[in-house]
């Protein structure tokens, strides 16, 4: 088992930034890939980005590319989501996930979820 906490959401203005983080506590977390999705009002989970355990594989939507960093700490436990240059339409709950397969934007893939954590971009 994997438990995922995430903080670091809240209010920005659009131009603004925001790092998210995703504390996992339980079994090994250098053992898994991580992701983070976020789902808007109205809309379904969408991916935004993928890394690998190692840190040396990350894909990302096509919607983050180039605004949007992931990264993880394995000593840490942590895993983040830089995101600069934010946009109305970035504003959603974001979630990190966790699974044991690899890098992949398949949400069904991820067998550990977090609680999420509320971005709203504001003009």
């Known amino acids: 088992q994997v438990q995922l906490v995430e903080s670091g959401g809240g209010l920005v203005q659009a131009g603004g930034s925001l790092r998210l983080s995703c504390a996992a506590s339980?079994?090994?977390?250098?053992?898994?890939?991580m992701g983070w999705f976020r789902q808007a009002p109205g809309k379904e989970r969408e991916f935004v980005a993928t890394?690998?355990?190692?840190?040396?594989?990350?894909y990302y939507a096509n919607s983050v590319k180039g605004r949007f960093t992931i990264s993880r700490d394995n000593a840490k436990n942590t895993v983040y989501l830089q995101m600069n240059s934010l946009k109305l339409e970035d504003t959603a709950v974001y979630y990190c996930?966790?699974?044991?397969?690899?890098?992949?934007?398949?949400?069904?893939?991820?067998?550990?979820w977090g609680q999420g954590t509320q971005v709203t971009v504001s003009s």
């Open positions: 890394i690998s355990t190692t840190g040396g594989t990350k």
């Open positions: 339980g079994r090994t977390f250098s053992s898994y890939a």
């Open positions: 996930a966790a699974n044991e397969w690899g890098t992949t934007i398949a949400a069904h893939v991820y067998n550990y």
